[in-house]
């Protein structure tokens, strides 16, 4: 069985990776695997900077996620074109993953753009994990060291928080920085997502 986590940015996608980890269950996560597509002597490589040019890259030659981020932060069409040239990367080496694993294994899969890359088509189940735009904006603050207009045209340039909601089987709201009340709700999804793989 293939799980989807998603969510809208800034919801605690990672902790609740986290906390299903740490309950023995393997989770793929595509953010990682993105970020591999970037190592030198890659075609994704290649291609990234033959599209934005060497002035993205360190004096390593290694390619300065930071200046990139920039320019893709500013324009969408930029955005999208590296996005042409990672997604096809990630959603490759996670099918790999998915054929490899054992056939009654629960593996869960954590991108942040599921729908956007039509990669729910890949899963049985998705999880969409949520907050308030309030907590959104207080983390995005505080974990990307920006102001409060920069959080809001993050969130902006995502597909709607509604939209994976109505199209969620399974819900997370993750409003709170405490463990306890996080830690119960996902025992029990745990638990009825094995029931229903067992009865598969």
Do not use: W
């Not at 030659?61 to 920039?70: A, D, E, H, P, T």
């Amino acid at each position: 069985m293939i799980i989807g986590i998603t969510g809208s940015i800034a919801s605690g996608k990672t902790y609740v990776e986290k906390l299903i980890k740490a309950k023995g269950y393997k989770v793929i996560n595509a953010d990682y695997i993105a970020h591999q597509a970037l190592y030198r002597n890659t075609e994704t490589y290649e291609k990234t900077v033959s599209k934005f040019g060497k002035a993205i890259l360190n004096k390593n030659q290694s390619i300065n996620r930071r200046k990139l981020g920039q320019i893709i932060f500013q324009d969408l069409d930029q955005k999208r074109a590296l996005e042409s040239i990672i997604h096809p990367f990630v959603i490759d080496k996670i099918k790999q993953k998915i054929e490899r694993k054992p056939k009654r294994e629960i593996l869960f899969i954590s991108v942040p753009l599921l729908y956007e890359t039509n990669m729910e088509k890949m899963c049985d189940r998705i999880i969409v994990v949520y907050t308030s735009k309030e907590k959104q904006i207080e983390r995005l603050m505080r974990r990307d060291k920006i102001d409060k207009e920069k959080a809001l045209l993050k969130i902006a340039n995502q597909m709607p928080l509604e939209v994976k909601k109505n199209k969620a089987d399974i819900l997370i709201e993750n409003e709170t920085d405490g463990e306890c009340q996080l830690i119960k709700r996902i025992e029990e999804i745990l638990q009825e997502i094995k029931e229903n793989s067992n009865e598969n």
